[in-house]
């Protein structure tokens, strides 16, 4: 679903009187037929966070206040399919409300397409009214039979509902967060969202409801993932936090995923967010901490510079840089010091955790290893610790008509990619395997693949013009390496 996340409506620049400061977000959520009369329906559900000081306050029956006009028009194919026009009133204390921010919320049944969203907010305090217009296309993709996700809703604060009002849903009042950053005095992620269908698509059979934090390499944050069993509802509403109070400043992403009982991906959505958390980027470790650490207790310097170095293939940015630096001219503290802060920025909570399963993964890299190359070192090493362990592994070392080839297929790689292959191959046959051809993107891609890895000229009766057409397979071509790369076992 395309759609801005947030509008911020700053008038400064275009009126002479005081300007209308209101922040505005909206979410796509849904009615199913099953509790709504038997109509699949669409609702967008828009927040108005207003800054109080920006509006004129007026007096009305010996108090003062200030008003705000929300006009909503909803259109598709120049058609309007929904329309609302509401006032919004808040008591108001100039010397003392300077400050405060003031929260409107409306919902407004739509449907599904390309549609252009319009709002106008008025000050009515001010003469004359001052009003901005908001101006929005966007495009609605909900199911009415398969199982689909809501957009996710940041909660700034919420309580059980006791009496209904614009804030209540699922038996809960939420007031939402209008803003993708968390910062310091943060210390928790509240969050709203919906499963829908999930009853038809899975009938009684149980599945599984998985929420993470992912990093910007979009593998999961240690520590901030939860998984739960469900059985199919028409809504299945979900209400749940993260304790970010360790999570290190960066951006991520919530995702929420439905998955069935095999752990198969059904449905998702995402939203973005960026962490400051200087509480922990400017944490210093004492050398007390470090000696204390897992990365204490290695004291041979030659053994803890083999461990920063085979750090090189998952490293980030500059850290490989960094990684040079300190094989090169670290004492034995620093060089402790390295290796427990590399893990302690992925995973404040157990960066011993997240060193011993890297550790298990380099060791069962040893398979690679060559006469003058350490496993992590090769091609195939460096993708195995990048990747994960394929799902299945190709191994031809034998067969006269090709130079010894693998291909790796994965189901799923280590950051969320699908079907996804690598052919290695070693012409030198010193065993060293070089990454020759891969459909991962930002990886090599070689469209000459089958006829490099042949030992021996042979008739390819696939052309390279059809091969440089996204790879797609010949179902006629009788091409034995064709047929092992896209049919692995």
């Known amino acids: 679903m395309k759609k801005s996340l947030l509008f911020i409506l700053l008038l400064a620049l275009t009126l002479p009187a005081m300007a209308l400061r209101c922040f505005t ?4 959520f849904h009615l199913p037929a099953a509790i709504n009369d038997g109509i699949d329906a669409p609702y967008i559900e828009f927040y108005f966070e207003l800054d109080g ?23 598709k194919e120049n058609k309007i399919i929904g329309y609302k026009k509401f006032n919004a009133e808040f008591p108001w204390n100039t010397n003392e409300d300077k400050s405060r921010q003031c929260m409107a919320i409306d919902r407004i049944t739509a449907m599904n397409g390309d549609l252009t969203i319009d709002i106008e907010i008025t000050d009515k305090g001010q003469t004359p009214a001052q009003s901005q217009n908001l101006h929005e296309q966007i495009q609605v993709l909900n199911l009415d039979k398969g199982t689909f996700v809501s957009d996710i809703n940041w909660i700034k604060a919420y309580s059980e509902t006791i009496t209904p009002n614009g804030f209540s849903k699922s038996g809960w009042d939420m007031f939402p967060l209008l803003s993708d950053v968390r910062y310091d005095e943060e210390e928790r992620m509240d969050f709203y ?35 739960k069993r469900e059985v199919g509802k028409p809504v299945i509403p979900i209400l749940s936090t993260f304790d970010i109070t360790q999570l290190p400043s960066g951006d991520y992403t ?27 980027d400017a944490k210093e470790l004492s050398s007390l901490q470090v000696a204390n650490s897992f990365a204490g207790q290695y004291k041979d310097s030659l053994i803890l510079k083999e461990h920063i170095r085979c750090l090189t293939p998952i490293a980030r940015g500059n850290e490989k840089e960094s990684i040079l ?13 390295f290796l427990y802060q590399f893990w ?31 496993g992590w070192e090769t091609d195939r090493g460096r993708v195995y610790l990048q990747y994960g362990k394929p799902s299945t592994r190709v191994i031809r070392n034998h067969d006269p008509d090709y130079w010894p080839f693998e291909i790796w297929h994965y ?42 890895v042949r030992s021996r000229q042979m008739s390819d009766p696939a052309t390279v013009t059809r091969n440089q057409n996204n790879q797609r397979q010949d179902p006629y071509s009788g091409d034995e390496l064709e047929g092992l790369w896209y049919n692995p076992h």
């Open 25 to 28: 977000d909206y979410r796509v």
């Open 344 to 374: 302690y920025k992925r995973n404040p909570l157990s960066p011993e955790l997240s060193w011993a399963q890297y550790l298990e993964l380099v060791n069962a890299c040893k398979e690679f290893e060559t006469s003058i190359k350490k």
């Open 193 to 227: 969202c919906e499963l829908y269908n999930t009853d038809l698509f899975f009938g009684t059979d149980p599945f599984i409801l998985q929420y993470q934090i992912v990093d910007i390499n979009k593998k999961t944050v240690i520590g901030f993932q939860r998984i």
């Open 325 to 337: 630096s300190a094989v090169k001219g670290y004492n034995l503290i620093q060089l402790q010091g």
């Open 254 to 280: 919530l995702v929420v995923e439905v998955m069935d009982k095999m752990k198969n991906p059904i449905a998702k959505k995402e939203r973005k967010f960026s962490r400051k958390n200087s509480r922990v």
């Open 411 to 452: 189901y799923e790689t280590n950051n969320h990619l699908h079907n996804k292959r690598l052919l290695f191959y070693n012409t030198s046959l010193n065993g060293d395997m070089e990454l020759l051809h891969t459909d991962i993107p930002g990886e090599i891609m070689n469209y000459d693949w089958k006829n490099l």
């Open 53 to 75: 000081s920006s509006f004129q306050p007026i007096i009305t029956n010996g108090n003062a206040v200030i008003q705000a006009e929300f006009l909503i028009t909803i259109s």
